[in-house]
């Protein structure tokens, strides 16, 4: 279904880490849609190597940052305009994680090292990647930036702990630097609420295939695929979508605005 809405565009995409991550399917469409980009992960989770597949198949340059760190993410912007031979119209923000999660903490015992490092990794980069892209001036006019997003920034799913507080932050830096940047560059900032999806990041929540299978019951178009949510990010990097801002997405089949659905009630 590619139109070429990206031709000539240039990004940076975060977030790939094997061919189920959501980053994965933006960098494919991305290329499908006639964009050029470099990919970033962190450098610890490049020893999978999983990333140098998507690589090739992308053409695309690997230029390894750690999020949460300041110089790493300028040496990501230096290296991407000098390799894709100018400033960048898009970037894709797809990070997350929470060691509480992944050490099954439960919400009343959270270790606070660990929620300050899932802030750190999952909310705090986002304002590092337009904080120093600002600075950098990294971004071309009427560019534009996304973050993924969870609906637990709103409502409460248990399961969810340290991470519904950094998704809620997460949204509100899409807000507050939209403003900013909106003023600055006309570069749009925003996330995209996704529906739950199974990627490594998403099958390490607890109860997560149960919570897939309701959600996919409530939605009345079901759970949105990775798939999808790559066609609806590549459609908010195109011109097609110029004036849209400070926004946070539902991207997740109708369950944001579902009370409760025939399917669910008949058991
Ligand atoms: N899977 C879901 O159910 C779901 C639903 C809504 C939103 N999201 C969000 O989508 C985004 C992408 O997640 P995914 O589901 O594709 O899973 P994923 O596990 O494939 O991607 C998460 C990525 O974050 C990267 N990362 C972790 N720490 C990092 C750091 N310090 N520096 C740089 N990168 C780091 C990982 O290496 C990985 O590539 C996340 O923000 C996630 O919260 C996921």
């Not at 809405?5 to 991305?30: C, H, P, T, Y």
């Not at 230096?78 to 929470?98: P, Q």
């Not at 996704?194 to 099958?203: D, F, I, N, R």
Request: proline letters at 3%; hydrophobic letters at 40%.
């Amino acid at each position: 279904m590619a139109n070429g809405i990206l031709q000539g565009k240039r990004g940076i995409i975060s977030g790939a880490l094997d061919e189920n991550s959501i980053a994965w399917k933006v960098a494919m469409k991305a290329k499908a849609e006639g964009a050029t980009f470099t990919l970033t992960n962190a450098p610890i989770a490049m020893r999978m190597g999983e990333i140098n597949k998507l690589a090739d198949a992308c053409e695309a340059e690997i230029i390894p940052a750690d999020a949460t760190s300041i110089e790493e993410i300028e040496n990501l912007y230096t290296k991407s305009i000098d390799v894709l031979g100018g400033k960048v119209d898009f970037v894709l923000h797809s990070i997350g994680m929470s060691p509480n999660i992944r050490k099954g903490r439960p919400y009343g015992d959270l270790n606070y090292d660990w929620f300050l490092k899932s802030i750190d990794v999952s909310a705090l980069s986002f304002h590092k990647f337009l904080q120093v892209a600002e600075k950098m001036d990294a971004i071309n006019e009427w560019g534009s930036v996304v973050a993924l997003s969870y609906m637990a920034a709103q409502r409460t799913f248990p399961f969810y702990t340290d991470m519904a507080e950094a998704k809620a932050m997460l949204e509100s830096i899409a807000r507050s630097y939209g403003y900013r940047y909106g003023k600055a560059k006309n570069v749009r900032v925003n996330t995209v609420s996704q529906s739950p999806t199974k990627t490594t990041a998403g099958s390490g929540i607890g109860g997560f295939d149960k919570f897939y299978d309701f959600a996919e019951k409530m939605s009345p178009l079901g759970n949105a695929s990775a798939d999808d949510c790559a066609n609806y990010v590549v459609m908010m990097f195109s011109d097609y979508t110029r004036m849209v801002t400070m926004q946070n997405l539902f991207h997740d089949g109708g369950f944001s605005m579902i009370g409760v659905s025939e399917e669910l009630l008949q058991g």
